[in-house]
């Protein structure tokens, strides 16, 4: 309560991101939150829905970043930021990214949500199809394997997959050695 107290007090009871006064709540900025006021953002229901991936995103609700980013709060810069940055499709987006400042130590903040981000998600094989846990592969190029001393042939298959944290990856056995596979060189089986 003392947080949404500070957030209310520091944001005049609207979104930091759009300045909507409708369903308000505190957001924790990841990857990693204190859940100190330095550390969240109040933000509307709307804005949470589509940053939660809840809801489509909404180009043109987003130009308001335009205002946010310039605003003196490390967090709310971190949250203009990221969503400028998931937006940079959109000249207007590329153009405010070029034209935001801030410090160092915010901006890796900021850029260390985008690739916590781009971590998450399903591992795909070659041709995009997504693997679980369990999964055989093929692979469809030679592999050398670093400090195993053999190469994994094309056409090899590796029976009983294991997905690790980064999605470009997998485990499996090539040989009779546990080993890591760039999901990229993989085809379902």
Same mark, same amino acid.
């Given at each position: 309560?003392?947080?949404?107290?500070? #957030?209310?007090? &520091?944001s005049? /009871?609207?979104?930091?991101?759009?300045?909507?006064?409708?369903?308000?709540?505190?957001?924790?900025?990841?990857?990693?939150?204190?859940?100190?006021?330095? $550390?969240?953002?109040? *933000?509307?229901?709307?804005?949470?829905? $589509?940053?939660?991936? +809840?809801?489509?995103?909404?180009?043109?609700h987003? !130009?308001?970043?335009?205002? =946010?980013?310039?605003? $003196?709060?490390?967090?709310?810069?971190?949250? =203009?930021? &990221?969503? #400028?940055?998931?937006? =940079?499709?959109?000249?207007?987006?590329?153009?405010?990214?070029?034209?935001?400042?801030?410090?160092?130590?915010v901006?890796?903040?900021?850029?260390?949500?985008? @690739?916590?981000?781009? !971590?998450?998600?399903?591992? !795909?094989?070659?041709?995009?199809?997504?693997?679980?846990?369990? +999964?055989?592969? %093929?692979?469809?190029?030679?592999?050398?394997?670093?400090?195993?001393?053999?190469?994994a042939? $094309?056409?090899?298959?590796? !029976?009983? *997959?294991?997905? /690790?944290?980064?999605?470009?990856? *997998?485990?499996?056995?090539?040989?009779? %050695?546990?080993?890591?596979?760039?999901?990229?060189?993989?085809?379902? @089986?």
């Amino acid at each position: 309560m003392p947080t949404e107290n500070a #957030l209310k007090a &520091r944001s005049n /009871t609207s979104c930091e991101l759009c300045t909507s006064t409708d369903s308000l709540t505190v957001f924790p900025v990841p990857p990693t939150s204190d859940l100190s006021a330095q $550390q969240c953002v109040y *933000i509307c229901g709307t804005c949470t829905a $589509q940053i939660n991936g +809840d809801s489509a995103l909404d180009i043109n609700h987003w !130009r308001c970043l335009n205002d =946010s980013m310039w605003n $003196q709060e490390p967090a709310v810069q971190v949250m =203009s930021y &990221r969503m #400028l940055h998931k937006l =940079s499709s959109e000249s207007w987006a590329q153009d405010a990214l070029e034209m935001i400042y801030m410090e160092d130590d915010v901006k890796t903040w900021a850029e260390q949500g985008i @690739a916590a981000a781009e !971590r998450e998600g399903p591992t !795909r094989d070659s041709n995009g199809t997504e693997l679980q846990d369990g +999964d055989d592969v %093929t692979l469809i190029k030679d592999l050398k394997v670093k400090g195993a001393n053999f190469t994994a042939k $094309q056409g090899t298959m590796v !029976r009983g *997959i294991t997905l /690790t944290d980064n999605p470009e990856h *997998i485990e499996g056995k090539v040989n009779g %050695t546990r080993i890591v596979l760039v999901s990229a060189y993989l085809k379902k @089986a």
